[in-house]
């Protein structure tokens, strides 16, 4: 009998995080459309590590990757205003999701600075 009520705390348990985890990238996906690099490299990891939807790399790796375009974008003043810091901010992002463009950027913009 124990058994039975450990077994269904823990799938409402389970069904409870899923849920949670479905609002929470919902919310995240909402501020990303805006722009918001913190919410596309949350996502990024949200998929790269399986929390609450299905693990897929090729969709964490679109999510990271958004984030390393806005600083390109930044960057290069492309239908935004130029600004190096927003620019590095978004490399960050893209570098802690493992995309090379990103680590490349502030590899550069190490460089330059010695």
């Known amino acids: 009998m124990k058994e039975k009520f450990f077994a269904v705390i823990l799938v409402i348990m389970m069904i409870g995080s899923i849920a ?24 990024g990891t949200i998929y790269h590590n399986g929390e609450g939807v299905k693990r897929d790399y090729n969709e964490a790796i679109k999510w990271y990757k958004m984030a390393a375009d806005l600083g390109w974008m930044y960057q290069n003043g492309q239908g935004v205003e130029k ?16 995309i090379l463009r990103s680590l490349n950027q502030i590899g550069k913009r190490l460089w330059r600075a010695q």
């Open 83 to 98: 600004n190096m810091t927003q620019a590095l901010k978004f490399y960050k992002r893209g570098a802690e999701g493992g």
């Open 20 to 43: 949670f985890a479905a609002e929470n990238i919902d919310s995240l996906r909402i501020k990303a459309e805006h722009g918001d690099s913190e919410a596309m490299n949350k996502i």
